[in-house]
């Protein structure tokens, strides 16, 4: 049986003073490790073994979170790298502007359900097959978007796609969560997140280039053959992270036993009554953590929010640089890059901020730490998404400066990477079964960023960039900048209400 953890009233590792935070950790690892072996049937050689994914060498996990952190670049970049040339795809294809729209954002909507099946198989059989195999789909309706020159193709196409590659968004913090202890969470983060943020600017300036100078239709074939270069080095380098896959195969291989059958038919029925045993609760589980954890309710409404007034100023980015500035594609999309600075100080710098605010709290609360401990991050965050919409919103309706539009949707993106980083850091601590509680909360996020840039042009027309952008403004503030408060004083409740229910 796990031993039980009381820092206030048991002594700790046979001493009568209070526990130092060493002591505590080294509880907590015995811990983890008969837990393990009640569930798995094994466990890791003692809490050094270097077989166990938090003991690997820096080295080893940078060069994981890379490589899986490459494909979600490609996701990212996919949905955005049509915007220079959406407006040639819906004349070549015959398209209105609502359908045009559709063609933009259909891929969002397959980011929020393959989730699902993508995190229950993932803690079924491990990252690395799942991450494969989704990749390999990918490529195949990626490339087929094109093909014909077909509306419907196209819609189908970029839907097929998406549900391959929200691979990238399921799995990604699931690996850091496989590699990494709560305390260096924004360490993690900022590691697995520095390329892939990049891609709201790279993916528009590539759009840029190619819609320019090439057919439109390489804007989907190029990024196929880069996720298949990276698939490739997966293939090759990618090492399973996911701790009860790595015991299942240690006591597999501890306790064979050469009397069983090993025929490769008796392996395959084994595999699929396995699937079928395992596969409904586990798809079951990200929509019951939704139902009836409160918390996941209230993270998942300020996330997707967030999402679906990002994914919106994504899809009328490039048209307003065009329509209203004048500006050709290829020098439109460079505004763009205004979005990866906001990005990139959001992910580099707010990962080192978290993990020194997570410490000093977990410092002064002796040793205890707690999911509400991300709250404080998440302030600059919320007061920064209403002050960019404005500035950036109001800059865009007078047509001030290039530069003053731009550092609006600087400041605007930055706080909505810092709330998504700190929602997420909050869940990956609350919830064991990290896939299933990233795709639980990702779904109504994915919804409402094919939603959003429905709407967006109507928005723009009869409101203007400024009162448009305002009123999302005003809506987040209601809605998204109590949440710090909301978090820190009642988060406590909520996640023991749901635990309850």
């Not at 070549?92 to 995190?119: R, Y």
């Not at 709201?200 to 298949?228: D, H, K, M």
């Amino acid at each position: 049986m796990a031993a039980t953890l009381d820092v206030e009233k048991a002594p700790v590792l046979g001493m009568t003073t209070e526990p130092t935070e060493e002591e505590i950790e080294q509880l907590k690892q015995q811990d983890r490790l008969n837990a393990l072996m009640k569930e798995h049937g094994s466990t890791w050689d003692g809490p050094s073994d270097p077989q166990d994914p938090y003991n690997w060498s820096s080295t080893r996990k940078i060069y994981v979170a890379i490589i899986v952190s490459m494909g979600q670049l490609v996701t990212i970049m996919t949905t955005s790298i049509v915007a220079p040339s959406l407006s040639t795809i819906a004349q070549d294809l015959h398209m209105g502007s609502s359908e045009m729209q559709v063609t933009f954002s259909i891929f969002v909507l397959g980011l929020a359900f393959a989730p699902f099946l993508i995190a229950a198989l993932s803690e079924m059989y491990g990252r690395k097959s799942i991450w494969i195999i989704c990749n390999s789909w990918y490529i195949l309706w990626n490339s087929l978007c094109p093909v014909g020159h077909s509306s419907g193709m196209m819609i189908v196409g970029r839907f097929m796609a998406g549900s391959g590659a929200s691979v990238g968004t399921t799995l990604t913090s699931s690996v850091l969560t496989d590699m990494y202890r709560a305390e260096h969470r924004g360490k993690s983060l900022a590691i697995a997140t520095f390329i892939p943020y990049l891609g709201p600017a790279i993916g528009p300036i590539l759009g840029g280039v190619i819609s320019q100078n090439l057919r439109w239709e390489w804007s989907f074939w190029i990024l196929s053959l880069f996720e298949a270069a990276i698939t490739l080095v997966g293939l090759l380098l990618f090492v399973e992270t996911y701790t009860p896959t790595l015991l299942r195969r240690k006591a597999a291989a501890q306790q064979h036993d050469p009397s069983l059958p090993s025929s490769k038919v008796v392996k395959v029925k084994v595999f699929y009554r396995d699937l079928s045993k395992r596969l409904k609760p586990s798809i079951l589980r990200p929509i019951l953590l939704l139902v009836k954890r409160p918390v996941i309710q209230v993270v998942s409404l300020i996330v997707s929010l967030n999402f679906g007034v990002y994914c919106l100023m994504l899809s009328t980015y490039a048209s307003l640089w065009t329509d209203r500035y004048n500006e050709s594609e290829t020098i439109s999309s460079l505004n763009y890059i205004a979005i990866a600075i906001g990005t990139t100080i959001a992910t580099q710098a707010g990962g080192y901020a978290m993990d020194r605010i997570y410490r000093k709290l977990r410092k002064r609360n002796k040793g205890q730490a707690s999911p509400e401990y991300r709250a404080p991050f998440l302030v600059p965050g919320v007061m920064l998404v209403p002050i960019g919409l404005f500035w950036y919103g109001w800059s865009a309706n007078t047509t001030m400066s290039w530069v003053m539009v731009d550092a609006g949707a600087a400041i605007y993106t930055c706080g909505s990477f810092i709330v998504t980083q700190g929602m997420l850091a909050y869940l990956l601590d609350e919830i064991e079964h990290a896939a299933s509680a990233n795709a639980a909360s990702r779904m109504l996020s994915n919804i409402c960023g094919f939603a959003f840039p429905i709407f967006a042009p109507q928005m723009y027309d009869r409101l203007g960039y400024g009162w448009g952008n305002s009123l999302l403004g005003f809506v987040f503030i209601a809605l998204g900048v109590p949440t710090p408060l909301l978090l820190w004083i009642w988060g406590p409740k909520l996640r023991a209400w749901g635990k309850k229910r």
